[in-house]
């Protein structure tokens, strides 16, 4: 299948600091890429679709101001956790549509600890 | 979105065909059945999806009741690297977000 990447695979920061990870289609252009949020014990859950050249749209009770996304290129969106706290720990995951299969293509998954 | 049913678990014997099902009673004639699998602590990996027609590739087969209400997963000859969570996901046709449920946690065993 097509590959997704994320990087970082982990990082650990301090309250208060900002974070960005960024997610890239290595094969592929990708003109929509999603993010998700998993908890842990808990399914995915979708925060918001990331679109080349446009603004990202965003779940409700996801806060955009927070969690900024940018996808300048149609292999590569980042994913920016602005003023991290405790409970934005969690593990990122990414996804980039295929279009030519119709299919997402997701990547590793990056853990995100905020001491 | 239509809704999917899963059973939480399941225990399939290493070598054997496993058989995952799934229920999606309101799905509508514009909407696909994928398949994906986690591996604890990585991404999903995709598996298969279909429409109405049976489908097969390199890693599962993909059986589609003919009134569209329910699926199957199988997957041919189980091993230990089967041990996941499946997520039977029912998707819009223009609408490409996907909707993760609980899933089912499938535990291979030797």
């Known amino acids: 299948g097509a590959v997704v990447s994320q990087h970082p695979s982990r990082v650990i920061c301090k309250s208060g600091t900002s974070v960005k990870i960024e997610c890239r289609s290595l094969?592929?252009?990708?003109?929509?890429m999603f993010w998700y949020r998993q908890f842990p014990k808990q399914s995915l859950m979708l925060m918001a679709t990331?679109?080349?050249?446009?603004?990202?749209?965003?779940e409700q009770g996801v806060e955009k101001d927070k969690f900024l996304i940018n996808h300048a290129s149609l292999t590569l969106s980042t994913l920016t956790v602005t003023s991290a706290h405790p409970e934005d720990s969690s593990f990122y995951i990414c996804s980039a549509r295929d279009p030519l299969w119709d299919t997402q293509y997701f990547g590793p998954g990056t853990r995100l600890t905020v001491l | 979105d239509a809704k999917t049913t899963q059973p939480p678990s399941m225990d399939c014997a290493e070598g054997r065909a496993a058989n995952l099902p799934c229920n999606h009673s309101?799905?509508?004639?514009?909407?696909?059945v994928y398949w994906y699998r986690q591996i604890h602590s990585q991404g999903p990996q995709y598996i298969i999806h279909g429409l109405k027609n049976n489908e097969t590739n390199e890693m599962a087969s993909l059986i589609i009741t003919e009134d569209r209400k329910s699926s199957t997963l199988i997957l041919p000859h189980a091993t230990l690297r089967d041990t996941a969570v499946y997520y039977c996901i029912v998707r819009v046709r223009n609408d490409y977000k996907l909707s993760f449920g609980a899933g089912t946690t499938v535990t291979v065993r030797a």
């Open positions: 990331s679109n080349e050249g446009s603004k990202a749209t965003y």
């Open positions: 094969d592929f252009q990708a003109t929509t």
């Open positions: 309101t799905i509508s004639g514009n909407e696909y």
